[in-house]
Every structure is written in structure tokens, then in C-alpha cells.
């Protein structure tokens, strides 16, 4: 689904990610840690197509397409999807709207009949009804006035509407209390499918426990520098990143 | 020098005389009725005046004198049938419809009997012969108005073919709205129409007047010149709506002059996204404690548009807000003027006055001149203004993009809810919708 291979980006001459290799096939939870720093967000956002970041060299390849080739609403249209860290707000746009011009922007792009305002409502609502959501907030201005919590919610309710193949979760749990987390977790559970993968960005082990990632990747100084299952982040939560950074300097020594 | 500036208007007054002489010998047997001296005053005051140039501080940013540089022959009305007229009005608004072609009242496609209980509506000319109408009319023409008041106006009074007068009951609150459909057509000969409304809210009555202004032929040049006058008794709320949709090439001028008793509320709304040349004048002044006065306003402007909004508020009394909030989209080589005067007087302690002047500037070309001017005397109060400049926020394009709507789509909905958030104050949900569909055909067209 997802074949990252020596990715090495920049911003301003500085780099950020010094050679990223990542694979992750249909259906697979993969999670992605590491100390403040090390480039998680960089690479999410890379992935998303911010145009700030220099693309130094390496590929990208989504889906059998180049990643790196397609503009940004090209991406969402192929199947990806970013929860932001932290999502705008605008006021103006209701949830309703804006749900409604992203669905059919995808089905216009994809040559996908357009669904009647009818049908979208419907979709929009079970979807809500299925993570708790108040349709009642779909009249509210997208973002505007939200918590932490009911932004990241909001994000998965989109993710939920889009149904993309790849969801990328960007540090989603930061700033998040138990119980807000918890419902974050159990939306990206309730998507989880063969089809569809998931790449979990966390500098927390908390979220793990809910979403049970299949694989735990490190990220330090801008490389994947370990790569387990789950037990890694119980490993990293125990011990933190010091003795995985003393593993990275004593190699490089 | 002196000899340039004297005769600067002599062609403009020459064509005004002989149209109002044509006026007056067409009076016959009428020439007693109070309307012809109302006229009549009005006309002879405007000889003596000036009209303003841009070395006039109020009128510094629009220049008027391709709009009265023309000869204007009056219009001439048309035939619509009821399912042509139809497109005008709001789908789901009840209302009662005043439908007014190039000028003229064309009373088939009036609904004028339909009036709701607790509001009365009769022409300036019935009125005049009322004395305590005529009374409250004139005490309205010698209020301050700020810069409201102007030569426009006089113009207006000498030239109104059609004069309204609406008064509503003690108490009575109003939910039905009275709804003035000016339509214009064009026509080989240059045309000007005067709309003019005196509104009188009685003593904590509530109604609604709206006064929209569409073109069946977006090439027509023709000159809109209304006037509307509104004295809001103790606790009354008066709701004016000036919706306006004509053709690129038209010229609009609006005076609105209004005095508000103790606990009142005037509330203005307005759109603008036709015109060539547009120039709104709002003025308030409070008579009483306890007065809110709300100015909405929302304008597009594309190509070559000029449209500006210059409003006063006079805060006389202790007591009383007011809050204006103005939202534009300029793009190509339009030109956008906000003028926001709030005058605080020395006894208006506890006064709150809040101003909000925001436009986007889509392109290289297009122009916003903002000046907010607060001028405060008293001590104890509450003042704030802001007016914002920019583009449209990089972050919430890209977010939007995130999601797969395309770059024009992103910009287009951002804008939409830009200008959207003023509109969204309207009330009416018919008026709601067709403001904002209005505001997305011409945003789509561009």
C-alpha cells in the first residue's frame, strides 16, 4: 500500500529525514515513535504534501502511484487521508458542507457518480452515529469553537465519511484525556479492515494500548532506527529513548 | 479657478431644469397638492448646490462625477409576466411585494392589498396631506444625517416618482415583510430611478422593510439614486434590508438617514454585488439611552466595481451600542471603500461601539481603502475597531485541499463563508439562501 524507500527531505537546508524506509501492506496498523525531534510529524506531513519540505531524494510510492507526483487533494483522492495534530478552524464552513464538498470532490475525481444531498446526509449521519458523534454538530462551523478532543474526533468522523485506504494519524492523542482518546481509538478500530491500513504517528504508548498496532517503528535523527511488534512500545514505554539512542551512537561510533 | 468650479454642474442642472420643468407642466390641476411643493423645495435647494468631487473629504475615494456627468431621461416601465416577475422574489418569502420597473410602480404585479396587520402603507403624496404624517416626515428631512445627507438627496426628493410611506401600529411586531422588487431593464435613453421609503416605527412595534434592486440585462447603464429616511420610536425595531443585484454597468447611490428613540433597534443589512459605481451612506443618530444599532454589511466586487460603504453613527446619549460588521471580496481590478465614522459625544458615558471592517484582496490589482474614524469625547466607554486586509489563510486551503476538494474549490467555498458569516445574521432563511446563492453564482462565474 505504502513503499517508502531512502526518503531524505529538508526544510530551509536542514535535514529532517535522513532516509526513511517504510513498508506497509493492506490492512496493517504500523505505528511510528520517537523522542521530540526525530522527524514524525516532517514525514506525516510530507506524506500529506505540504509544499515547505524539500524532497532531497527517495521515493514514495502510494497505492502503485508516486506520492510524491500528486497535489495535494490528488493524494486525498487516491485514498489518503491525514488527521491533522492540530486541524484549523473555520468558521463559516459548516461540518455538514464541508463533509459534503469532500465527499464529491473525491467521486467527481475518481469519475464516481456524485451522491444526491439526500444520500450524503445519510452517509454523514450513520457514520456519526457510529462514533457518538450529536448530528447536531453538523451544523456547527468546522473546527470553530471545538476542544482538542471534539477536533480530533471531528477528524475521525471525516476519516470515517472518506473511508480512505491509508489513514495517517498525526500525534492524534496529544493533548487528549483518557476518555476523548479512547473514542479516537475506537474509530480507527471500528475502520480497521484488510483493505485498509493505518500509519499511527505517537510520541505516546497510551493510544497503543487501544489500537494495537502490528508493527512499532522507531524514529530518531530522522531514520527508522528500530522495528518490532507491540512489545517494542511496551519496551519504550519501561525504558524510554535514551538506550535506543545509546544503541544509534554506539553503532555510528 | 472660481469661473471653472461655478460651472462645473451648469450642464448637469441644465438637463435637471428642463426634467423637472416637464415634471411641473405635466402637474395640471395638481399643482396644489402638497407633493409639488415637496418637490419643488427639494429642486430649488439643489440648484444652489454643488455636487461633491473628490477634493470633498467625505468623497475622497468614489468619484461621482461619471454618474452625473449623464443626462437621465426618466424610465420607462416594461411588461413582466407574473412568471417572469416571479425570479425576483425569494423562494419561501411571504411577503408583501411592491414591484418597481425602471422606476415605475407597476401595480399587477403588486401585492400591495395583502398588508399585515398592525403596518400601514401609504404613498408620500397621501401622506403629505396628513398632518401628523407630514409632520413626522419633515422633522425626518431636517434631521442631521451625517454624511447621508447630501445633494443625492435633495435630488431624490425632486425627482421620486414614487414615494412610500411605512408606519406600523403601537406594539405590533410584524413578522411579514414588506419587500420592494426594483427591476431594471435598461433602455436606449440613460435612465434614473429615486426609491424612496420613509420608515416610522411606533413605540415597541417590530417590522421589516427590504428594498432589492435586480437587472434583467447585466450591459444596462441606468442610475439608482434611493433615498430612505427611519425614525425608530422608544423600544421599536426597525429591520432594513437593501439587497442589491444590478447590472455591472449601473450606478447606485444610497442615502439612508435614521434617528432612534430610547431602547430602540435599527438594524441595517446590506449586499452589494452589482454596480459600476455604488456608494452606501448609513447615519444613525441616537436620541435616547438604551439604543442598539446593528450594520451588516457584505460586497463583491469583480472587474472594474467600485463600491463603497461609508456609515456614521452618532452616539449622542449614555448607553447605547452599536456594531458594525462589513465583510468584502475584491478581486481583478476592483476597488473596495470602507468608511466608518462612530462619534462619540463628551455625555455618551457607557457607551460601547464596536466596528469590523474585514476584506479579502484576491488580486494584484484590486484595491481596499478601509478608514475607520472613531472620534471620542466621553471617558467611560467601550471602543473598539478592526479592520483587516488580507488573503485567504494558506492553512485553511491546505486543509481543505487535505481533504480532496480541488485549489478553486478550496478558495471558492473559503470565500463563500468569508462573506457567508455577515449573511448568516439575516433572519429570514429565504433571504439567507438567495443572498448566499447569489454570492455563489458570482463567485463561480469568475
Redesign the interface.
Known amino acids: 500500500m505504502l513503499d517508502i524507500k531512502d526518503l531524505k527531505v529538508t526544510i530551509e537546508g536542514k535535514t529532517i529525514l535522513n532516509g526513511i524506509n517504510l513498508h506497509v501492506k493492506k490492512g496493517e496498523v504500523h505505528a511510528i515513535m520517537g523522542p521530540n525531534g526525530s522527524g514524525k510529524s516532517t514525514l506525516a506531513n510530507v506524506l500529506?504534501?505540504?509544499d515547505e519540505y524539500e524532497v532531497e531524494s527517495g521515493t514514495v510510492s502510494f497505492d502503485g502511484k508516486d506520492l510524491l507526483d500528486l497535489?495535494?487533494?490528488e493524494?486525498?483522492?487516491a485514498g489518503m487521508f491525514?488527521a491533522?495534530q492540530y486541524?484549523?478552524e473555520?468558521?463559516?464552513?459548516t461540518n455538514a458542507?464541508?463533509l459534503k464538498?469532500?465527499i464529491n470532490?473525491?467521486r467527481e475525481?475518481r469519475e464516481e457518480e456524485a451522491l444526491k444531498p439526500v444520500e450524503i446526509l445519510k452517509l454523514i449521519k450513520s457514520k456519526a452515529a457510529m462514533l457518538d458523534i450529536d448530528p447536531s454538530f453538523l451544523k456547527r462551523s468546522l473546527n470553530e469553537g471545538f476542544s482538542g478532543g471534539e477536533k480530533k474526533r471531528n477528524e475521525m468522523l471525516?476519516m470515517a465519511v472518506?473511508e480512505p485506504k491509508l489513514g495517517i494519524l498525526d500525534e492524534t492523542d496529544s493533548g487528549l484525556d483518557i476518555d476523548a482518546l479512547k473514542v479516537v481509538a475506537e474509530s480507527v478500530n471500528a475502520l480497521r479492515s484488510p483493505d485498509r491500513s493505518f500509519v499511527v504517528v505517537t510520541h505516546y504508548q497510551r493510544l497503543l494500548d487501544h489500537i494495537v498496532p502490528d508493527f512499532v517503528h522507531v524514529l530518531y535523527n530522522g531514520r527508522i532506527v528500530k522495528s518490532g511488534d507491540k512489545s517494542l512500545a511496551l519496551e519504550l514505554e519501561e525504558k524510554g529513548y535514551d538506550w535506543i539512542k545509546e544503541e544509534v551512537n554506539a553503532v555510528s561510533a | 479657478m472660481s469661473i471653472i468650479s461655478k460651472d462645473r454642474d451648469s450642464n448637469t442642472k441644465q438637463w435637471m431644469k428642463s426634467l423637472f420643468e416637464t415634471y411641473e407642466a405635466s402637474l395640471n390641476g395638481q399643482k396644489d397638492h402638497p407633493i409639488a411643493a415637496f418637490r419643488k423645495t427639494a429642486f430649488d435647494q439643489l440648484m444652489t448646490e454643488e455636487f461633491p468631487t473628490r477634493k470633498d473629504e467625505d468623497w475622497k475615494y468614489t468619484n461621482v462625477s461619471p454618474i452625473v456627468r449623464e443626462a437621465y431621461k426618466f424610465g420607462t416601465s416594461k411588461d413582466f409576466s407574473q412568471e417572469q416577475f416571479n425570479q425576483f422574489l425569494f423562494d419561501g418569502l411571504d411577503a408583501v411585494v411592491i414591484a418597481i420597473v425602471n422606476g415605475v410602480l407597476d401595480t399587477n404585479l403588486s401585492n400591495m392589498d395583502s398588508m399585515p396587520d398592525g403596518l400601514t402603507m401609504l404613498t408620500v403624496e397621501d401622506a403629505l396631506q396628513d398632518d401628523i404624517l407630514a409632520g413626522r416626515i419633515h422633522n425626518l428631512i431636517d434631521q442631521k444625517g451625517g454624511t447621508a445627507k447630501n445633494v443625492f438627496l435633495r435630488m431624490n426628493r425632486a425627482f421620486a416618482q414614487h414615494g412610500f410611506v411605512i408606519v406600523s401600529d403601537k406594539n405590533a411586531v410584524v413578522e411579514k415583510p414588506i419587500h420592494f422588487v426594483h427591476i431594471n431593464t435598461g433602455s436606449d435613453e440613460t435612465y434614473f430611478s429615486h426609491p424612496q421609503m420613509f420608515m416610522i416605527g411606533s413605540k415597541s412595534s417590530e417590522f421589516s422593510v427590504i428594498e432589492s434592486y435586480h437587472s434583467t440585462n447585466n450591459d444596462a447603464k441606468y442610475f439608482t439614486n434611493a433615498a430612505n429616511y427611519i425614525d425608530v420610536e422608544d423600544n421599536a425595531h426597525v429591520h432594513h434590508y437593501r439587497l442589491q443585484f444590478e447590472s455591472k454597468n449601473a450606478y447606485q447611490i444610497t442615502n439612508s438617514v435614521a434617528i432612534q428613540g430610547r431602547d430602540s433597534i435599527y438594524s441595517n443589512y446590506g449586499v452589494d454585488l452589482g454596480g459600476k459605481i455604488v456608494r452606501n451612506n448609513i447615519s444613525t443618530e441616537h436620541m435616547g439611552p438604551g439604543v442598539n444599532t446593528y450594520y451588516y454589511g457584505a460586497y463583491l466586487g469583480l472587474d472594474d466595481q467600485h463600491i463603497d460603504n461609508s456609515t456614521f453613527i452618532d452616539h449622542a446619549v449614555p448607553h447605547c451600542e452599536s456594531n458594525e460588521v462589513y465583510k468584502g471580496i475584491l478581486s481583478d481590478k476592483a476597488r473596495g471603500v470602507f468608511n466608518g465614522k462612530v462619534l462619540v459625544r463628551q455625555d455618551a458615558q457607557k457607551t460601547n461601539a464596536y466596528q469590523q471592517n474585514a476584506s479579502l484582496v484576491l488580486s494584484n490589482n484590486a484595491i481596499m481603502d478601509a478608514k475607520p474614524q472613531l472620534e471620542i469625547y466621553a471617558d467611560d466607554v467601550k471602543c473598539s475597531h478592526g479592520a483587516t486586509i488580507g488573503q485567504l489563510d494558506d492553512e485553511s486551503v491546505f486543509y481543505l485541499k487535505s481533504r480532496g476538494l480541488s485549489d478553486e474549490g478550496a478558495k471558492n467555498l473559503l470565500q463563500k463563508a468569508f462573506i457567508g458569516d455577515v449573511i448568516l445574521n439575516f433572519r429570514y432563511e429565504p433571504i439567507i439562501e438567495k443572498v448566499l446563492s447569489m454570492v455563489d453564482a458570482k463567485l463561480s462565474k469568475k
Not at chain 1, 473555520?90 to 464552513?93: D, F, L, Q, S, T
Open positions: 500529506a504534501g505540504r497535489d495535494v487533494d493524494r486525498s483522492h491525514l491533522f486541524p484549523v473555520i468558521p463559516g464552513v458542507t464541508f464538498s469532500a470532490a473525491g475525481a471525516q472518506l
